[in-house]
């Protein structure tokens, strides 16, 4: 097999376009049509392979859905318009009312926003510390389904119980949902875990120029669909192993609708192609930042899986092929935290992670905001933690500006 970003590149190709196009282009086409009455009925009742209505299928989105799979290991990919709609879609698709999720407490805000209103749709949600797998064993009850776990949580940068948790879902016969947006495929490849679904952000490390916004699910393989009793009849067909995938995509996507449009899509998969090189860079910005800070005598606190005093360094190191391109740190008492965000001039203050721009976040007040103090408290973030993204600039600039904004 060739290597991860030699199969990126040269994916679209392979699979042969008119006027030997190295790009598939972008279908903007909503509708397929057909000359055969009987063609269009087969493609329809899923006998023969084909387009219908771009709500369910596009060929630029199934071109990048294809590199998805291939940069993840995995059978198939469905993508959709945001990762919040890969995330709601398929566990709406899968769980039923009485139905019991345990996911990770340290958790992207607005996954957890998500998982509060599926509590008050009858599918109860229990968080857990997922850094260990005995506390999300602890959790289980026989109505549990489903275990979501994010790999380096944000913005407190813990790594969960990955390897421990996979095999202990494989074990019970839950559905193990790894959201692998802060690593990447690059740096970490869930199918190594056992993971029924990985999950991902497009918009963030896979398209990268924070020019589009994207999600996707990609199916293992792992997971026996046989003996799932939420998938309906109707999916019942074909391959086992894709029955559950299926069912996202025929429950979720075209009910749902958040589908990912061409022109997104095509964004995305221009991005993918240069993944890890601009993940290699921002990776080991990330360290001599991390380094730096902590060596500050204006900052209380680093977090970073790169740090060796991290609770999960070994963990990480394990695991990942670079800790992460995302830092967070407490200042020290007596730093004004909107000053010192004020002061920066490279580095821009604003939400969203995984862009080619290094970007500053307070995130407390911010993204952390609607959930509340004890919420906060109980994921560990101080009111002046500010979380990093860090880009692609050259790293000596970067830590001239988080040197002069100390003042
Ligand atoms: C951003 C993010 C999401 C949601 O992705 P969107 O494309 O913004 O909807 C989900 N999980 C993690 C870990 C994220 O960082």
């Not at 993508?79 to 340290?106: E, K, Q, W």
């Not at 850094?131 to 994010?150: G, P």
């Not at 990447?184 to 916004?213: C, E, M, R």
Request: hydrophobic fraction near 40%.
């Amino acid at each position: 097999m060739k290597g991860f970003t030699t199969q990126i590149v040269h994916n679209d190709r392979l699979g042969g376009i008119e006027h030997g196009s190295v790009h598939k282009p972008i279908h903007t086409s909503v509708a397929f049509g057909y000359d055969d009455t009987h063609e269009l009925a087969a493609v329809f009742q899923g006998k023969q392979p084909g387009y219908t209505y771009g709500r369910q299928i596009n060929p630029t989105v199934e071109a990048l859905e294809d590199k998805v799979s291939k940069m993840e290991r995995g059978l198939k990919t469905v993508c959709f318009g945001t990762g919040m709609a890969a995330i709601g879609t398929a566990v709406f698709s899968l769980l039923r009312n009485g139905d019991h999720i345990v996911s990770s407490a340290y958790l992207f805000g607005n996954t957890n926003s998500l998982f509060n209103s599926f509590t008050a749709h009858g599918i109860d949600v229990t968080f857990v510390d997922a850094t260990s797998a005995a506390e999300v064993e602890a959790a289980i009850t026989d109505k549990t389904r489903l275990v979501f776990v994010e790999t380096i949580a944000n913005p407190r940068t813990q790594v969960t119980a990955l390897a421990e948790t996979g095999a202990l879902c494989a074990e019970r016969g839950l559905i193990y949902i790894v959201d692998n947006t802060m690593t990447s495929p690059y740096l970490f490849q869930p199918v190594d875990v056992q993971a029924t679904f990985v999950l991902n952000s497009l918009t963030k490390y896979i398209g990268g120029h924070g020019n589009a916004l994207g999600g996707a699910i990609t199916e293992m393989g792992h997971f026996d669909w046989e003996k799932f009793d939420n998938i309906y009849e109707t999916y019942k067909t074909g391959n086992p192993q894709m029955w559950g995938l299926t069912q996202i995509k025929k429950k979720g996507l075209r009910d749902f609708g958040a589908a990912l449009s061409a022109e997104a899509a095509h964004h995305i998969s221009v991005g993918a192609e240069t993944l890890a090189l601009r993940l290699q860079r921002q990776c080991e910005s990330a360290q001599a930042l991390a380094e730096f800070l902590n060596n500050h005598n204006k900052v209380r606190k680093v977090f970073y899986p790169g740090l060796e005093d991290h609770p999960e360094y070994g963990r990480s190191k394990e695991l990942f092929r670079y800790p992460g391109a995302i830092l967070s740190f407490e200042l020290a008492e007596d730093v004004d935290l909107w000053d010192y965000m004020d002061r920066l001039e490279v580095i821009i203050k604003s939400t969203n992670l995984g862009d080619n721009r290094t970007l500053a976040i307070p995130v407390a007040h911010t993204i952390y905001y609607e959930m509340g103090p004890e919420r906060r408290a109980s994921m560990g973030i101080d009111d002046s933690l500010i979380r990093i993204s860090v880009g692609i600039e050259d790293v000596e600039d970067l830590i001239e500006d988080f040197s002069q904004a100390f003042g």
